[in-house]
T-cell receptor, first 112, second 114 residues
């Protein structure tokens, strides 16, 4: 039972263009949503998050959008840079953040 | 730099031979987590400690145990590893008092079972 789904295993984008990574979830009780980035041979690192009471959060080139009615969130990276090439994990947490469910990840390739 | 450290980075064990994976942190976070990640799959939460309180996920096999002797260290014990336990094991920490939900991950230990 996958509560958090990232349906695109990979995405390829040209440098300077927008990258859009998508995530769907099934449990309406999730309170907080997060995106993590992972480089090879490293652990995931926190990128950006959004509370369930908001629909948008922006941090520099990264913006997360939350559509609660559709149980969908997306991460926008503008402009994309070659250094953004990594695996991106979507995650959803209950209140308190102790129970975090991860998606399987989307591998982003940004071509120079 | 404050960080989460996992040792060893690679561990090979024999089928049925107990193995212990280690995690330490310099962040002084009160919550520590262990995740199992198999190839191309989502990291799966095994259990977490909130201070000394141990919280096991309902579907975590009994074969997996954990110890947290102090704030800085947490261990994952696999009592009788099977071939299906070969995976990347990720340790993470968070601060329950910060109001922030993000977790800080170590680089992981890749376990091979022969």
């Amino acid at each position: 039972d996958q509560q958090v789904k990232q349906n695109s295993p990979s995405l390829s984008v040209q440098e300077g263009r927008i990258s859009i990574l998508n995530c769907d979830y099934t449990n309406s009780m999730f309170d907080y949503f997060l995106w993590y980035k992972k480089y090879p041979a490293e652990g995931p690192t926190f990128l950006i998050s959004i509370s369930s009471i908001k629909d948008k959060n922006e941090d520099g080139r990264f913006t997360v959008f939350l559509n609660k009615s559709a149980k969908h969130l997306s991460l926008h990276i503008v402009p994309s840079q070659p250094g953004d090439s990594a695996v991106y994990f979507c995650a959803a947490s209950d209140t308190g953040g102790f129970k975090t469910i991860f998606g399987a990840g989307t591998r982003l390739f940004v071509k120079a | 730099d404050a960080m989460v450290i996992q040792n060893p980075r690679y561990q090979v064990t024999q089928f049925g031979k107990p193995v212990t994976l280690s995690c330490s942190q310099t962040l002084n976070h009160n919550v520590m987590y262990w995740y199992q990640q198999k190839s191309s799959q989502a990291p799966k939460l095994l259990f977490h400690y909130y201070d000394k309180d141990f919280n096991n996920e309902a579907d975590t096999p009994d074969n997996f145990q954990s110890r947290r002797p102090n704030t800085s260290f947490c261990f994952l014990d696999i009592r009788s590893p099977g071939l299906g336990d070969a995976a990347m094991y990720l340790c993470a920490t968070s601060s329950a008092t910060s109001g922030l939900y993000e977790q800080y991950f170590g680089p992981g230990t890749r376990l091979t079972v022969t």
